[in-house]
């Protein structure tokens, strides 16, 4: 996730790549999808499944999004681009908070007893 975000925020509109700079977009474009497929299995099949410690885990994430993207607000502020678009790098929506917010709903559903199948039934109830 690293390289991407560096990939898609420092050289696309710097460097010309050719025929590469097709393949880095796709990259970029669904590594966000491989990276929430990842963490779904890597939810269950964790050691640490209670409900606390998925809620602790989610706010870790998701505030530790939003500090990248005040981190992100400062820099663009400070490199002198106006206010009001520098505003929109820090309320914009990141993959950590998406996780963060998805691994809290996780936890309130294991808090309700909720079986991964009545979980995943729920969630293609409301799509």
Excluded: W
Aim: glycine share 8%; with cysteine.
């Amino acid at each position: 996730m690293i390289f991407v975000h560096f990939l898609a925020f420092c050289t696309f509109s710097q460097i010309d790549y050719g025929y590469v700079e097709e393949y880095l977009f796709i990259l970029t474009q669904s590594s966000a999808p491989i990276f929430m497929f990842a963490m779904g299995i890597g939810m269950v099949y964790t050691r640490h499944d209670s409900t606390k410690e998925f809620i602790v885990r989610g706010i870790k994430l998701l505030l530790l999004g939003l500090v990248i993207n005040t981190m992100y607000f400062l820099s663009n502020y400070a490199a002198g681009v106006p206010l009001e678009y520098s505003l929109l790098s820090f309320l914009a929506n990141d993959i950590l908070q998406f996780a963060g917010i998805t691994i809290i709903v996780v936890g309130i559903f294991k808090k309700l007893g909720l079986s991964y199948t009545q979980m995943l039934l729920l969630v293609f109830h409301y799509l």
